[in-house]
C-alpha cells in the first residue's frame, strides 16, 4: 500500500513538473487556465514527441482524443478529390487540435516541424470540460480565435497580389519570431507549403522572394533563413498602412485567471506571444489603427 501511494505520488509530481516547465503554458488554451486547472489537464493527458513531417491526424478519420500543441507548428490542410492539397492554417503552441464527435476530420494535421503535443481522451477531455464552467469557455475562446484566425488569413490575402501577400506573411511570421535576433526570420515551411498557404505556385513565391532581396526590403540568408533588412518598405510593400496589422500579428487569447474575463472583442493578444519583441513588433505595428475586429 506505501509503495502504491509513493509511486502515485511520484508520477503527480513528474506530471506537474512537465507542465511547470513546458513551454506553451502561457501560450493559447493552457495560458487561460489557472494552476490547479494546468495541473488536472497534466495529469489527464500524455506528450507524445513527432519528427517533422509525421500525419498525426488524416483527413476523413475520426479522432477520439484532443490535442494541445506543446511545442512545434503543425500544418492544416485538405486534399480535393482530384489530388489538389491545399495548405490552409499553421498551428502553434498552446492551440488545439480537435475533431468533433462523431465526425471525420475535414482536414489533415501534418507536423511541419518536430512538435509535441499533449493528447488527451475524448472522455477525459470531456470530464474536464464539465468540471468548471471557467474550462469550457477556455476551450470556446481558443476555438474561437482558431477559426477567427483563419478567417482572418484569408480576408488578409484578399485584394493583394503576390509580391503583397508575401510581404504580409513575412511581417506576421516576424512579429511571431522567437530567433532573439531583431530581423532574422526562419522560414519552417517548404516552399511548396508556403506557396500553397498564400495561393501561388512555387516558382512565383521564388521570384517574389527575389524581387523582395532585389528590392533590399529583405536579405535572403538561405532557403529557409532571412533578414528584413528595411521595414518601412516591407510594410510599404504589404500595403499594411491599409490594415489594422498590429491587431492581426500578435492578439492573443484573454488570461482570465490574470485579467478577469473580458467580451472577445475587448481582449488583447494571446499571453505571452509578443513578449521578448517589443521593439521589432513596436516597429511592425507603427502606423497601424488599433481598431476592431481582432484576429
Excluded at 503554458?25 to 493527458?45: I, K, M, P, Q, W
Excluded at 490542410?77 to 464527435?101: A, S
Amino acid at each position: 500500500m506505501g509503495e502504491d501511494m509513493q509511486t502515485g505520488l511520484t508520477s503527480r509530481q513528474a506530471e506537474a513538473c512537465r507542465c511547470r516547465h513546458c513551454a506553451a503554458r502561457n501560450f493559447g488554451f493552457c495560458g487561460t487556465l489557472d494552476a490547479h486547472a494546468l495541473r488536472e489537464v497534466s495529469s489527464r493527458s500524455s506528450l507524445a514527441f513527432y519528427p517533422r513531417g509525421t500525419e498525426i491526424v488524416l483527413q476523413g478519420e475520426p479522432l477520439e482524443k484532443i490535442g494541445i500543441i506543446a511545442g512545434g507548428v503543425i500544418k492544416v490542410g485538405t486534399v480535393t478529390e482530384g489530388g489538389d492539397e491545399h495548405l490552409l492554417q499553421i498551428m502553434r503552441r498552446g492551440q488545439l487540435i480537435h475533431v468533433p464527435e462523431n465526425t471525420g476530420s475535414l482536414f489533415t494535421w501534418e507536423t511541419a516541424t518536430d512538435a509535441e503535443v499533449c493528447w488527451m481522451p475524448r472522455k477525459a477531455w470531456d470530464g474536464f470540460l464539465e468540471e468548471q464552467p471557467s474550462h469550457f469557455l477556455s476551450y470556446m475562446v481558443t476555438m474561437h480565435y482558431q477559426l477567427e484566425q483563419m478567417q482572418r488569413a484569408a480576408m488578409n490575402m484578399r485584394g493583394r497580389n503576390t509580391l503583397q501577400r508575401l510581404s504580409f506573411w513575412l511581417l506576421e511570421e516576424l512579429a511571431n519570431s522567437e530567433t532573439g535576433a531583431p530581423g532574422s526570420l526562419h522560414i519552417c515551411l517548404s516552399r511548396r507549403d508556403l506557396a500553397s498557404l498564400l495561393d501561388m505556385t512555387a516558382e512565383t513565391l521564388c521570384r517574389s522572394l527575389r524581387q523582395l532581396h532585389d528590392k533590399r526590403a529583405i536579405r535572403l540568408l538561405a532557403p529557409d533563413h532571412l533578414e528584413v533588412t528595411d521595414l518601412t518598405k516591407l510594410r510599404l510593400i504589404a500595403r499594411c498602412h491599409e490594415d489594422c496589422l498590429g491587431e492581426a500579428l500578435a492578439r492573443p487569447f484573454p488570461s482570465p485567471r490574470r485579467n478577469g474575463w473580458h467580451t472577445w472583442s475587448e481582449t488583447a493578444a494571446p499571453p505571452g506571444e509578443s513578449r521578448g519583441h517589443s521593439q521589432q513588433d513596436a516597429a511592425v505595428r507603427s502606423g497601424d489603427a488599433l481598431r476592431p475586429p481582432r484576429s
